[in-house]
């Protein structure tokens, strides 16, 4: 589409070079390949380097002129040079006389690249010459040299085809008005298509503003109604997490009742259990647990001490009780030796046994001693604790003591008991007394006083 800015299509003011082409479309003589036909001198060394495919005829490279001469005229192009041992910084010299000029000889010089020199010569001779550097520390060798022109017979054409391009001028000139003028026509008819679109461009551009316009006002209730499915959607969570948090609240309000209930429970019998251990205080505990769980892992281990020496008198019996059976059979077999002899053999293996059987009775016995003495001894302790409370509740009976008075009283009971229950370990004479000795401490006790008639107030007046 042509923009409003201006015609993007120009017209034409100058020559199409397409036409230009047509007219010098006609072949003409191309620059080819001189073989070694054109040169005299075929059998010198240098002439057969033309076009030269043996390794035979290959020329060291040394510092002085080859010598190449043609057999007519002929119009050189370009001459390369093939050769190896050289680098890119290594030069070769090149000599020729033009034909056609009087500005006599002519030098050029040209650097290896690749794998040969190159010489652009592109004039008149009938003969060169070549001077190639000779490397310093290594061999160079000149293997081919190829020679590109155009041969002496091939100039009248030359001549002809530029007498022809005046003519062809001409007839493209002709051409190319004619292209002109219907081009010029073209572009005016052009130019009020451009106009046409031009007007066409602002129709569409006032179209697509109201299009754009509409388009807002789409997106803007596009928008509004988007939003109003946004309240709503909201709305419907907020209904939703509402309910979910009253549900939660009544799960709430119904494990914190089932809490309440079990905390109620657990309370009541923190209360007993707390009147229990206040009226035990400072008192044996009537479980004894502590002293029970160590008499309980003491008669384990002494039971599972006592494994041993069972198994052992066991094991003894049964052996002495097997080889007993087999005494017959030992006798019936030795005819040669008495009963008196066999048995007086058979003595150590007997009094053996019997230390065994001896050793692990007596073990086993010390360890069952142990056993009902620990159960003895935790007997005596219950009967010792429920002696002391019941004594202890006795004789504060009646009495106003202080917590400190109790604490003393309760343990001096528990001392006298220990050291009647502990008489072969603790001596008769000790007496639990941090104080003072426990007959002359309830001695001191103070009886309950009435308290003391204060006197009548003092009236101002009166005092006055």
Same mark, same amino acid.
């Given at each position: 589409m042509v923009s409003s800015q201006g015609s993007t299509l120009?017209?034409?003011?100058?020559?199409?070079?397409?036409?230009?082409?047509?007219a010098f479309g006609e072949p003409f003589p191309q620059p080819r390949n001189i073989d070694i036909t054109f040169f005299s001198?075929?059998?010198?060394?240098?002439?057969?380097?033309?076009?030269?495919?043996?390794?035979?005829?290959?020329?060291?490279?040394?510092?002085?002129?080859?010598?190449?001469?043609?057999?007519?005229?002929?119009?050189? $192009?370009?001459?390369?040079?093939?050769?190896?041992?050289?680098?890119? /910084?290594?030069?070769?010299?090149?000599s020729l006389i033009p034909?056609? !000029?009087?500005?006599?000889?002519?030098?050029?010089?040209?650097?290896?690249?690749?794998?040969?020199?190159?010489?652009?010569?592109?004039?008149?001779?009938? =003969?060169?010459?070549?001077?190639?550097?000779?490397?310093l520390f290594r061999s160079a060798q000149i293997e081919r040299v190829e020679v590109l022109g155009v041969e002496k017979h091939y100039v009248a054409e030359f001549v002809q085809f530029v007498d022809n391009i005046e003519a062809k001028r001409e007839a493209a000139k002709a051409d190319l008005s004619v292209y002109f003028t219907k081009a010029n026509k073209s572009y005016e008819e052009f130019l009020a298509r451009e106009e046409e679109i031009r007007e066409l461009e602002a129709t569409l551009e006032e179209k697509s503003n109201e299009l754009k316009d509409l388009e807002g006002s789409t997106e803007i209730a596009l928008q509004t109604n988007k939003k109003t499915q946004e309240d709503i959607q909201v709305a419907a969570t907020v209904a939703k997490e509402q309910a979910a948090r009253a549900d939660n609240l009544?799960? !709430?309000?119904?494990?914190? $009742?089932?809490?309440r209930r079990v905390l109620t429970k657990a309370i009541v019998d923190s209360e007993g259990q707390l009147a229990e251990i206040k009226a035990n205080i400072n008192l044996f505990p009537t479980d004894l647990n502590g002293y029970v769980r160590q008499g309980t892992r003491s008669i384990r281990l002494y039971a599972?001490?006592?494994?041993?020496?069972?198994?052992?008198?066991?094991?003894?019996?049964?052996?002495?009780?097997?080889?007993?059976?087999r005494l017959l059979d030992a006798i019936a077999l030795l005819k040669d030796i008495s009963i008196f002899d066999f048995l007086l053999s058979r003595l150590p293996y007997v009094t053996v046994s019997l230390t065994v059987?001896?050793?692990?009775?007596?073990?086993?016995?010390?360890?069952?001693s142990e056993i009902i003495e620990?159960?003895?001894?935790?007997?005596?302790? /219950?009967?010792?604790?429920?002696?002391?409370?019941?004594?202890?509740?006795?004789?504060?009976? =009646?009495?106003?003591?202080?917590?400190?008075?109790?604490?003393?009283?309760? $343990?001096?009971?528990?001392?006298?008991?220990?050291?009647?229950?502990?008489?072969?370990?603790? =001596?008769?004479?000790?007496?639990?007394?941090?104080?003072?000795?426990?007959?002359?401490?309830?001695?001191?006790?103070?009886k309950k006083l009435t308290p003391p008639q204060l006197p009548p107030p003092i009236n101002d007046g009166e005092a006055s």
């Open positions: 120009q017209p034409p003011n100058q020559p199409d070079p397409a036409s230009v082409e047509v001198y075929k059998s010198r060394r240098s002439t057969l380097l033309v076009g030269n495919q043996s390794a035979d005829n290959f020329v060291r490279a040394r510092r002085h002129w080859l010598d190449f001469d043609f057999v007519d005229l002929v119009y050189v $192009t370009e001459i390369n040079v093939y050769a190896t041992g050289y680098e890119n /910084y290594h030069g070769m010299e090149l034909y056609l !000029s009087d500005q006599g000889e002519r030098k050029l010089t040209t650097n290896f690249s690749g794998d040969h020199f190159s010489f652009q010569v592109r004039d008149f001779t009938k =003969g060169f010459g070549l001077r190639p550097n000779e490397p009544e799960q !709430s309000i119904d494990k914190l $009742t089932e809490e599972a001490l006592c494994i041993v020496p069972l198994v052992l008198i066991v094991w003894v019996t049964l052996r002495l009780f097997g080889n007993s059976e059987l001896g050793i692990s009775v007596g073990v086993l016995r010390f360890l069952l620990i159960n003895r001894r935790r007997q005596e302790l /219950y009967k010792i604790s429920i002696v002391a409370q019941d004594v202890s509740y006795a004789s504060q009976d =009646g009495l106003d003591l202080s917590v400190d008075d109790e604490y003393d009283l309760r $343990t001096q009971t528990k001392m006298e008991l220990l050291k009647e229950h502990l008489r072969q370990n603790v =001596g008769d004479e000790y007496v639990y007394s941090p104080r003072r000795t426990f007959l002359e401490h309830l001695k001191r006790f103070p």
